[in-house]
Nanobody, 124 residues
Framework: QVQLVESGGGLVQAGGSLRLSCAAS????????MGWFRRAPGLEREFVAR????????YHADSVKGRFTISRDNAKTTVYLQMLSLKPNDTAVYYC?????????????????WGKGTLVTVSS
């Protein structure tokens, strides 16, 4: 029901910032909880953040809390991940996810739709 396309990844030095965007297709964007996962080379998927359908509720993983902020603009059918104070361990492919639920979850299998990902590389 929804196609997700991430953008905004790239190479940044430690301490720098990036903003990822996820553009969603369809007319029912506000019916989906949205989120971000990431996968570092050789590791499993890791939950990053999620946001409720209305945007009123957010949750961020401990590893990024205080540095990353998820937000959404339902009028633009876009979700964002503002990343500040980036660290080399943040290097990963970042995936936008969507699910027809109010809040989403931290479990990868709970999300129905995944983008193809955008690579973030943080140099030391």
């Amino acid at each position: 029901q929804v196609q997700l396309v991430e953008s905004g990844g790239g190479l940044v030095q430690a301490g720098g910032s990036l903003r990822l965007s996820c553009a969603a297709s369809g007319r029912t964007f506000s019916n989906y909880a949205m989120g971000w996962f990431r996968r570092a080379p050789g590791l499993e998927r890791e939950f990053v953040a999620r946001i409720s359908r209305s945007g009123a509720s957010t949750y961020h993983a401990d590893s990024v809390k205080g540095r990353f902020t998820i937000s959404r603009d339902n009028a633009k059918t876009t979700v964002y991940l503002q990343m500040l104070s980036l660290k080399p361990n943040d290097t990963a492919v970042y995936y936008c996810v969507a699910d027809m639920s109010p809040y989403g979850s931290s479990r990868p299998d709970d999300w129905d739709y995944w983008g193809k990902g955008t690579l973030v590389t943080v140099s030391s």
